[in-house]
């Protein structure tokens, strides 16, 4: 289990995480939701004890990270695939991080199989792609047998099928009631692996919510309707106690009604329709709307160069 | 920090240091450079002695010629001592780090303990290697180990070689970056703190330097001149320098965020 109560980073005057408060609980997958330079990395570096909090704490299972006596034990991470020295095989940068938590050198092997890089487990990291570097970060972060995983946008830069095993392997350790803790900027991402959503921007909590009620309130389905008859057709919806709500371009939006509903009270009053469509709104959409008043760098303005408070590694939408 | 920690660091560390080649190449440059350097001088010096001048064939200090390489080779053991620090940063691997040692004095301790025993090694055996090969060089006119002062001296290259690698890392911790690191140690190890001891409104100050202090326990034969401090007074002079660096590393080290 982490917790964050109160978590604050300040650069100068600005924050990148403000007053971040939330539980993060075991044996499900959390999703860590935001636009770019909502203060995800931020926030994950504070609770591995890399960024010092200008206020605020991270606990894990209750203790500070730096209490933690062999941390790699209690907290696997994966927050850079590129952060390792690119002159040292795999199996030894392995090695030095199991020795420094008295894993035994065994596991390194163990985890090189788990990931598929056994073959190349005495290559030089610079030569790996980086689906390959991906994967010798997760085989780092499974090392310790942690109970509490993190993951730092693990499928950028993925080809599909590395997304596919990414994904199934989160749920299973999730299913294994473990701590899974992963971000990312997509809506649709989390939708495939999240049971649960915190969602940031500009370093505040938006949401903390389990992903079926956020679909539930956000994933809104309606029935699309046109007609030349359009007053009668609201009168007739009206009476079957159906909701109603205008679109833009004039059509009809009926709430929760379903199409074959609205097409039978349409013919049983003699209305004329010219469309007739069920929709419903993404949640793409729903999470656009949540975060659209923190959205830090807008598209169509000029904008500053991110500074230290946001994703630096040029990732992009 | 417990023991048991201590000791899983130095393991870590270990693994780290002999899994690039970074180390190796950088230590054998140190190596072979002052034993080169070392035996070259001693060969000319041999050639030239007698054509030196009556004060200067007395003052020959055979242990000291020897040593002639140091000047040179202790930059490859800066080299070595930015590179042990530095490429945690300049790869990311310190986030890593970090992460599995989460106290920071600890992690200091690991890796410039594990660094500077293997500059110890090295340091030593190129010190001997170079007064043994050197003497050798110099024929008739060389010194032997049971000298007066030159068992003391060839310790002190060793020692010598290892502090100013332990200085580095220090520094580079502080600093972070291996080009300001390099940038700022080697020109001042190479030219400043010599140009600083030649000129004689600075030589004074100088004689405080790291490197000016340190190599003093270099010379069996101690030189008449007014310099207020011993071989071993020295030596606990540049040892203060080194101790300040880790110090101001380990300040910088456990406040900062990891990157």
């Given at each position: 289990m982490i917790e964050l109560d109160g978590l604050t980073k300040r650069y100068g005057e600005k924050?990148?995480?403000?007053g971040l408060t939330c539980t993060v609980r075991p044996g499900i997958v959390t999703g860590f939701l935001g636009p770019n330079g909502a203060g995800k990395s931020t926030t994950m570096r504070m609770i591995l004890g890399l960024d010092h909090p200008t206020a605020g704490e991270v606990r894990i299972d209750g203790r500070r990270y730096d209490q933690l006596t062999d941390p790699l034990t209690y907290v696997g991470a994966l927050l850079?695939?590129?952060?390792?020295?690119?002159?040292?095989s795999a199996y030894n940068h392995l090695l030095c991080l199991a020795q420094s938590n008295g894993i035994p050198r065994a596991r390194v092997g163990e985890v090189l199989e788990t990931v598929g890089l056994m073959a190349v487990a005495?290559?030089?990291?610079?030569?790996?792609s980086y689906g390959m570097s991906q994967r010798l970060g997760i085989a780092a972060a499974l090392l310790g047998d942690p109970r509490i995983l993190m993951f730092d946008?693990?499928?950028?830069?993925?080809?599909p099928e590395g997304i596919h095993w990414i994904r199934n392997l989160m749920k299973s350790l999730a299913a294994q009631g473990r701590t899974v803790f992963v971000s990312s900027h997509l809506m649709s991402e989390m939708a495939q692996t999240a049971d649960h959503l915190v969602v940031i921007g500009q370093g505040r909590l938006l949401a903390d919510t389990s992903m079926a009620e956020f679909v539930r309130r956000h994933a809104r389905s309606y029935v699309r309707i046109r007609s030349p008859q359009r007053e009668r057709l609201l009168d007739a919806l009206h009476e079957a106690g159906i909701t109603v709500t205008e679109a833009a371009d004039g059509a009809l939006e009926a709430e929760g009604g379903k199409a074959e509903q609205v097409g039978e009270l349409a013919a049983g009053h003699g209305i004329v329709l010219h469309e007739l469509s069920p929709r419903q709104a993404s949640l793409e959409e729903a999470f656009m709307r949540l975060t659209a008043g923190s959205v830090?760098?807008?598209?169509q303005s000029e904008a500053a160069p991110p500074d230290r408070g946001s994703d630096r590694r040029g990732r992009t939408a | 920090m417990t023991g048991a920690q201590a000791a899983r660091t130095l393991r870590s560390e270990w693994t780290k240091i002999r899994s690039v080649s970074s180390t190796g190449w950088t230590l054998s440059v140190a190596a072979v450079v002052t034993i080169g350097i070392g035996m070259l001088i001693s060969a000319l010096t041999r050639n030239e002695y007698d054509s030196m001048p009556i004060q200067e064939r007395l003052a020959l200090d055979p242990t000291f010629v020897s040593f002639a390489g140091m000047t040179l080779g202790q930059l490859a053991m800066i080299v070595f001592g930015v590179l042990v620090v530095t490429s945690e940063y300049s790869t990311g691997m310190i986030r890593v780090s970090l992460a599995a040692v989460p106290r920071r004095g600890t992690f200091l301790f690991g890796k410039t303990a594990v660094a500077g025993a293997l500059a110890l090694v090295v340091g030593m055996v190129t010190s001997f290697a170079t007064f043994f090969l050197g003497q050798a060089m110099l024929g008739p006119y060389r010194a032997g180990l049971?000298?007066?002062?030159v068992l003391r001296a060839v310790v002190g290259g060793g020692l010598y070689l290892t502090l100013i690698a332990v200085f580095s890392m220090g520094v580079a911790t502080m600093l972070r970056s291996p080009l300001l690191s390099l940038g700022i140690l080697m020109p001042f190890f190479f030219l400043i703190s010599n140009i600083l001891a030649a000129v004689e409104s600075t030589t004074k100050v100088a004689r405080f330097l790291p490197d000016q202090a340190g190599s003093r326990?270099?010379?069996a034969m101690p030189r008449?001149?007014?310099?207020?401090?011993?071989p071993w007074g020295g030596l606990g002079i540049m040892t203060l320098w080194v101790i300040a660096a880790l110090a101001g590393g380990y300040a910088l080290l456990r406040h900062r965020d990891a990157q």
């Open positions: 924050p990148a995480v403000d850079d695939a590129k952060a390792m020295h690119g002159g040292r005495r290559q030089k990291a610079k030569g790996f946008e693990p499928v950028n830069g993925l080809d830090e760098y807008h598209a | 049971g000298d007066p002062g326990i270099m010379q008449a001149d007014d310099v207020p401090y011993g």
